[in-house]
């Protein structure tokens, strides 16, 4: 299983990703599910993946070698995200038709992405591309995309991301979706790669790979568990606790 998002905000984008792989009990692996293009002062792209392993190696790496042998389209060619978007989902559809031809044992080979970045002084788009190719935006009450497990890490970020929030802030919250659905997952797991692009720059963005013993994550893992029983403490009381209890 998987579980990747993105945030779209005010002051530019953050991206956080899994990096376990499942394909059965005994067949546990880690492959990074997110995926940086940066042409400095040009663009700056950002792709998180999931699904059928063997599908979303196989779009990166049509992607990578269509920029190399300047193929058109490509990641570089394209003038704006919906192009880009658009691009993409033609390559995973198209690589999802081969895989199936050669199948025999009625594989799904889906995949899923969200796609993310600035091209020149558009401003930062994010985008769900489905398995068909097609794709829509986040909305404006909910300016976040999730793929893969997504139920365990949703609360969080229903309640506290909004557009105006900070980046350093909104990295936090992305990290606490993230061990939220860790702790009630087994198959999603670290490292977690946190990456943060500041709107306008289009420059490399900031990038951490924490794996299971980091220090910084395990201190965001504590403090949110510690946080939590604190809140616990301060929910407002039942009438009838309040009562003084009688000895007999």
């Known amino acids: 299983m998987t579980y990747c998002l993105s945030l779209n905000l005010n002051r ?22 997110m995926h940086s293009f940066v042409w400095e002062g040009d663009r700056v ?37 919906l192009d880009a978007s658009d691009y993409v989902g033609m390559v995973s559809t198209s690589i999802q038709r081969s895989q199936a ?31 068909q190719g097609n794709y829509i935006h986040e909305s404006d009450e909910h300016p976040f995309l999730q793929i893969g497990e997504i139920k365990y890490g949703k609360p ?10 900070s980046l350093e802030r909104a990295a936090r919250v992305a990290l606490v979706s993230m061990n939220s659905t860790i ?20 420059t490399q963005p900031m990038k951490m790979v924490m794996s299971e013993d980091d220090p910084f994550s395990r201190e965001i893992s ?6 939590l029983l604190q809140a616990l403490e301060m929910l407002p009381r039942f009438w009838w606790e309040d009562l003084p209890t009688t000895n007999q």
């Open 101 to 131: 031809v050669r199948d025999t044992a009625h594989t799904s080979f889906d995949a899923s992405f969200i796609l993310g970045g600035q091209i020149g002084t558009a401003p930062p788009e994010t985008l769900f591309i489905y398995p």
């Open 222 to 227: 504590d403090a949110w568990s510690r946080g």
């Open 156 to 165: 969080i970020l229903d309640r506290v991301i909004k557009k105006d929030i």
């Open 45 to 81: 792209l950002v792709l998180l993946s999931a699904g059928n392993l063997a599908t979303t190696q196989a779009v990166i790496k049509k992607m990578n070698n269509d920029v190399r042998q300047e193929l058109v389209p490509n990641l570089l060619t394209v003038s704006n995200m």
């Open 12 to 33: 530019g984008l953050v991206f956080c990703s899994d990096s376990r792989t499942n394909a059965g009990t005994d067949n546990i692996g880690c492959y990074s599910k």
């Open 183 to 202: 702790r009630s997952n087994v198959t999603v797991g670290p490292p977690i790669e946190l990456l943060i692009y500041q709107r306008d720059t289009l």
